[in-house]
Structures are given as structure tokens and as C-alpha cells.
């Protein structure tokens, strides 16, 4: 069973608000645990924020999900930007090329469950992450 | 279609003559659409304002509302759209006002006839939409004016800093975290920590829904700024989930002084003190 999704474009910094309040709402309506839910908010605020400062702008799509035992929550981040040239370097704790603290996306990783990337220099990246309820 | 000289002062004429039974109708009309929130005098008041704005335009010669002649109606139309705004109309029940007048100089048009009333009733209709779209116009820049100053009253009233006690400052920060806000923040709290000249600063993050790095480094750097003024900074409201959140985001506090309540942090703040006091006897 899979839900229909619901999408944000991503061009300013009003709407990472948007899609921290999108996940919070649909992370309650699956009945996320208080912690998982504050986990997959700050993820996707994380990476909404990367989209836009990175990815120069982009959508996010939120879909519910179901593997048959238990719920949980999909996120698509999709942009079209620069893409990202050397993967292991932009998982590296402390490293970035802007100027924030570089833990984003390696902490974007370790706050979800399931974690997937398709990049590529001058494609665009897009993030795919799932968190299950336990 | 643009009204010519003659047709303009053919209507200054009937707005003239006519005065008192267009701005009656005028009155009814817009009186039964904001179904009695303004004042039936009040509506009669600003119509024969206006009126009088209209007869003086055409008389003047204006074809368009732009001309020169139509300057001292532009401003009753502003005025007009600039108090509706403010008094919570919506802009249909703004712009009906102007839109009624021509139903009401369509009424007065119809008892003194003539031949070519059909033509100049529609010169003068583009006239007066014209007028209502300025109004309309004026009216959304009043309602953004009104939004943007709601949303710098919000940023000052979001971001208090409270004396807790003698030397103890406190910042509740509440909501999202933002990079204007953060920047109010710390100005406050540095101006603050001046003001009092108190040594420890609690800034209680109880009412932030989620840390993520960009609110996390704001806070640093607030810390870092405060520590090179010389007080002490403690991070209070560590929730349980925010805990494991930063854990898991890799997020480093260093040797910043974090505390789970505000209660905690001021314990803390005041055993601190305690322990100063003494080592100076």
C-alpha cells in the first residue's frame, strides 16, 4: 500500500519550514515515536536545506509507506543543481564546500533507517530516505 | 478607451448637478455589500469625498487616472483602500466602493437621457475601473506593508532576553531558528550581557522543535561571541529526543555547559557564582 505523495518545491528558506511541518505531520499520522519523529524532521531539514543551498533549489515529495509488517515514511529529495563529484568526501563528518558545519549529510545518514543517493557532476542529485516505526 | 476633453466635462456637469442623489444611491448600494460594518454616515462621508475627487478630475480634464488633474483623487482612492486594509475589510468590499459609483451614475444618467448616454457611460466605465484597480493595487501594497511590519513585531516579541537573577541572563528562544532570528538573538544577548554586566548568560532551547546544524551553529556562535565578552554561556531545554538527534547528527557542544530544564542550568549558574564568591574572600 502505497500512499499518495505530497510534494514541496524547495526555492527559499520558508519553504525547508514547510517541509520540516510537512514531515512532522505525516510522521505523527503514521505514529513515528517521538524520537524517530525528531530524527526524520531534522534529516529532512538538513537535507531540504542542502537542496536549496547546494542543489540551487529543487522538490521534496513525501510518501507514506508499507513493507507489509509496518509503516513508515519515504522522502525524495530532488534537485537539479551541480550534483556532488566525490561521494566518500561529501560523507565525511566536518567536510563541506560552503559554510556550514559539514554534518549535514553524513548525519542525515545515521538519523534514518534506509539512505539512498543517485548523483552525478552536472545531473543533479537526488536523496531517497525511509524511516519504518518501530 | 480613454475619455475625451468634452465627455470629461460633461460628467463634472452631472456629477455637479446630481451630487446629492448619486451619493444617496452611491451609499445604499455599498451599504448592503459590507452589510452594516461601516457606518451608513461614515459611507456618506467618504462618497461625497470622493465624489467630489471624481467631479474635480473630470472637471480638470483628466482623461486617464494618471493625468495630473487626477492627482488629489489618487490620494482620496489611497486613503480609502489604506483604511479598509487596516479595518480588516477584504479587497472585494474595498473595490465595490468604487465599482458602485458607476450604478449610481448609471441612475442619474438615465433621468437626464440623451442620445450619446450609452457611449459615455462606457468611456466613463473604463474611468472608473481604473480606478477600482488602483484601488485594489493600493490596497494589497497596504495589506504587505501591514505583514511585513507584523513579521518584524514578531521577530522582537520572539526574542526576549530576561534577567533570571542577579548576574543571570536568560534567552527562552521558541520556534524556528533562522538566521535573521539568530542574528536578533545574539545582538540582544550581547547587548544585554553589557547592560547588566552579568557574567553567565542560559540561553533555554525548550521551545526550538528541532536542532539541526544551521540552529546548532547559530547557537555556537551566539556562545562563542558571548564567551569573547567574558560571560559564561548555558544551553538548558535539552529534551530527551533532541539529545539523541545531535548524537546521531554528530554535533559537538565541546565544553559548552548543557542542562536538561532551565531550573537545572540556573543550579547550576548560581552554585558557579557561589564558588566565585567564595575563592574572592
Redesign the interface.
Known sequence: MNGQGERIEVNS?QDV?RV?QLV?TVAVAVKLS??D???L??AA??LA?NTLVYGGGGTVEVTKVDNGRKPGIRIVFADQGPGIADLDMAFT?GYTTGN??G??L???R??VDEFDIVTAPGEGTSITVTKWCR | MALTAEEAARFADLLEVNSDALVATWTDRVATTLRGRLSHAELQRQHSELRKAFQQALAGGAQTLADESAAELRAQLSDLSSTRARQGFSVTETAVSVFAFKEAVLGVLDQSGGGDALRDYVTLSAFVDEAALFTSDSYVRVREELIADQAEQLLELSTPVVKLWEGVVAVPLVG?L??ARAQVVMERLLQTLVDTGSPYAIIDITGV??????V??HILKTVVAARLMGADCIISGIR???A??IV????EFGDIATKASLADALRYVLGKAGQAKRLER
Open positions: 528558506d519550514v520540516r512532522r517521538l524520537v519523529q525528531t530524527k524532521v531534522t531539514s538538513e536545506r563528518d556550514g558545519l554534518l549535514g553524513s548525519g542525515a545515521r538519523l | 524556528t533562522d538566521s522543535p528541532a536542532v539541526d546544524t544551521q546548532a551553529q530527551p529526543q533532541i539523541q538527534t546521531a547528527l554528530g554535533i
